[in-house]
């Protein structure tokens, strides 16, 4: 755990109060969320297991972590339901919903580099 009164820690606090971009890419940015997110604004309400499906590779403990860090964030709602066996769902908050349009322009533009990268590796 870090001190909070760190000059790393006062940095990062400084950065995410002035800069929108910054505070944006905390709340999206790392390995998964991107992932998490994408999913669940192409699907609608996924289950657990679903989400484990689509995004392939993650495991069980990250999944959750990430998804406890979004919905801490106020992205994701977990809507969990009194049943034999339990039942666990997750959907795009109003909030998470305003990011489609970023998550879509971020996809575009993935897609178009990603294809421009391939082919100047090939080349060379």
């Known amino acids: 755990m870090r001190k909070m009164n760190s000059t790393n820690a006062i940095n990062e606090q400084q950065i995410l109060q002035s800069c929108g971009m910054a505070y944006t890419l905390s709340l999206v940015g790392g390995r998964w969320k991107p992932a998490i997110l994408w999913a669940l604004v192409n699907n609608g309400i996924l289950r657990y297991g679903q989400l484990r499906k ?36 997750y959907k795009l908050t109003p909030l998470g919903q305003t990011m489609e349009p970023l998550l879509h322009s971020i996809s575009t533009w993935g897609e178009q580099h990603k294809e421009q990268k391939a082919l100047q590796q090939q080349e060379a």
């Open 54 to 89: 689509i995004v392939a590779g993650v495991s069980e403990r990250v999944l959750a972590t990430q998804l406890k860090e979004l919905e801490g964030d106020g992205l994701v709602e977990r809507m969990a339901y009194a049943e034999v066996p339990p039942r666990v769902e």
